[in-house]
């Protein structure tokens, strides 16, 4: 039946003269994103409308769920369009839709015309009010509410005529690619791929870190996170997830430094690599998933010492969540379910019994010193070990 959809955008719409940079941009992920469905789709820009032209057989539940994972999209309207052969042409055309499209006809409707092109013969008050008598006519059980109506039938006057009742939700937000690019520390646990996807939900394109340590954390541990990744993708498009092995440089910290700061040494040092690679691949943020007080080293003063090493921002878009607010993103972007596989990540493997809750910047640096004479070198290797996997 629908052979078109109409796409609703939010803010894209208040750009003013830098609009197009944006409608271009969603126009790019649209096509990106209708690349994986069965189908030939064309997208289009028509005097401040989005529309998605179906060029052949096709599958309408994938489109509609791989249209509702594109950022910047709030409405997708299912659309039929017809040619202009008059007014009686047009009422057949409108009951012949409402039939198929609500087959339930004890309801409530409005009509809701628009007239772009002025040439046509009737004004939109007319043809509201010819349109919804022909639909009183046909539909005995139907009743019109201006108000509040069960069914907002719209339609509009274009070079075709499109005819269209139904808003399914998008997934809002921006563009990706519109606010630059940040780096995410993607861990195998719960909270930074929902960080990753919150700021991608932003226009802001993501790549990923993940630090391995083997032998104590698995190759199925480092699976786990390119698995996280690729659902990420869905919503971000391509991410470029670079694998750092962390594993001598965790031990090297664990020999030297006193056990009850190793989980802040180590956070410090993985932000230092992190923010290296982000500023070689010109990302302008880092990104993690840290929720105040959640574990001991998410707590403000564990905040602050790990935030001294970098010189670039870093969003915590989580930082006020409750761990249930997170969970229920998480399963509804679906990383829920892979986050709690059980398989340690190096975060969770070289973690002290009694950690420090309320570090001393100035003592974790004294600290620090124990490493100097082998840690700007143990980094070097860890970057030389870098491997990048594009998840998409």
Known sequence: ???????KYGEIGIKG????????????????????????????????????????????????????KVFGIVGICPV???????????????????????PTLDMTFKVNARRARKNYPLDSMQINYSIGEKILQAFPNVKVDVHKPDILLNIE???????????????????????????LLLSGGIDSPVAGYMVSKRGVKIDAVYFHAPPYTSERAKQKVVDLAKLVAVYSGPIHLHVINFTDIQLYIYEKCPHDELTIIMRRYMMKIAEHIAKETGSLALITGESIGQV????????????????????????????????DIAQRINTFETSILPYEDCCTIFVAKHPVTKPNINIIKRSERNLEEKIEELVATALATDEVIICE
């Open 296 to 327: 001991a080293s998410q707590t403000l003063q564990s905040l602050a010492a790990t935030n001294e090493v970098c010189t670039m921002p870093v969003m915590r878009p989580v930082i006020s969540f409750d761990k249930q607010d997170i969970v």
């Open 80 to 102: 039929v369009h017809v040619e202009d052969e008059g007014f009686d042409k047009l009422a057949e055309s409108v009951v012949e839709y409402f039939k198929e499209a609500h």
């Open 17 to 68: 003269k830098n609009r197009y940079i944006f409608e271009d941009a969603l126009v790019k992920q649209i096509k990106h994103a209708l690349k994986k469905v069965e189908g030939k789709f064309e997208v289009s820009k028509q005097q401040g409308r989005m529309y998605v032209e179906v060029l052949s057989e096709y599958d309408y539940e994938e489109t509609i769920a791989s249209l509702q």
């Open 157 to 183: 006057i274009r070079e075709k005529i499109y005819i269209y009742s139904q808003v399914i939700p998008g997934a809002g937000g921006m563009p990706v690619g519109t606010n630059g690019k940040a780096m």
């Open 1 to 7: 039946m629908f052979k078109s959809f109409l796409i």
